[in-house]
């Protein structure tokens, strides 16, 4: 079964920018695009934003475009996802995943995901 790794959460005020990163295999990242979900206290888990798999197509849900930025260093198994402008909104355990369909359909299986806390 895959492992999937997301580091990088913390607690940081509004306005404050954050840099969450994902590691997985060397065949995920060889093989699929991927991308990156949240899930707020008491809510069910949504898109936020996906890469292709050579990192030229990126796709973003409203509520982060414009603010996050996500790329992919396949060389390092690793993704990323640039967080500035953080709302208290954006409170929420943050997941990678990878796709298997473009852009939000992710695989049943997750991480144990990163905290992000954003305070007013």
């Known amino acids: 079964q895959e492992q999937l790794v997301e580091s990088g959460g913390g607690l940081v005020q509004a306005g404050g920018s954050l840099r969450l990163s994902c590691t997985a295999s060397?065949?995920?990242?060889?093989?699929?695009?991927m991308g990156w979900f949240r899930q707020a206290p008491g809510k069910e888990r949504e898109f936020a934003a996906a890469?292709?798999?050579?990192?030229?197509?990126?796709y973003y849900s409203d509520s982060v475009k414009g603010r996050f930025t996500v790329s992919r260093d396949n060389g390092k198994n690793t993704m990323y996802l640039q967080m500035n402008s953080l709302k208290p909104e954006d409170t929420a355990v943050y997941y990678c995943?990878?796709?298997?369909?473009?852009?939000?359909?992710?695989?049943?299986?997750w991480g144990q995901g990163t905290l992000v806390t954003v305070s007013s």
């Open positions: 890469i292709t798999q050579s990192g030229s197509s990126k």
């Open positions: 995943n990878a796709l298997r369909g473009w852009p939000r359909d992710a695989f049943d299986a």
């Open positions: 060397e065949r995920t990242f060889k093989l699929y695009n």
